[in-house]
C-alpha cells in the first residue's frame, strides 16, 4: 500500500476541520502546525486501518457482484446430457 497522501487544497480543508473540533468540542484552539501534525500522524498511524476497511468492504460488495453474475452465467446453460 502506498503512503495515504492528500492535496493541498484537500490538507487545508482537513486541518480547518481538525481546527474546527478542537475549537466547538474541546473548547481548546490549536495552531496550524499542531493541527498539521495532527493530521500527517492520523495519516500514517490510523488512516491505514480506514484505508483497510474500505478494501475489505469493496472486496466483498465485488464478491456478492461477481457471486451474482456467475449464476445469470448458469442460467444461460442449455440442458445436456452431462450434468456439471
Not at 9 to 20: N, R, Y
Not at 40 to 45: G, N, T
Amino acid at each position: 500500500m502506498s503512503d495515504i497522501t492528500f492535496s493541498e487544497d484537500e490538507k487545508a480543508v482537513l486541518v480547518g476541520k481538525i481546527k474546527l473540533y478542537f475549537a466547538d468540542e474541546l473548547d481548546q484552539e490549536i495552531g496550524q502546525f499542531p493541527a498539521q501534525f495532527l493530521l500527517d500522524f492520523f495519516a500514517e498511524e490510523i488512516g491505514p486501518y480506514f484505508y483497510n476497511r474500505g478494501v475489505y468492504d469493496a472486496a466483498a460488495i465485488l464478491s456478492e457482484r461477481m457471486e451474482s453474475v456467475t449464476d445469470s452465467l448458469f442460467e444461460l446453460e442449455k440442458p445436456t446430457e452431462f450434468a456439471r
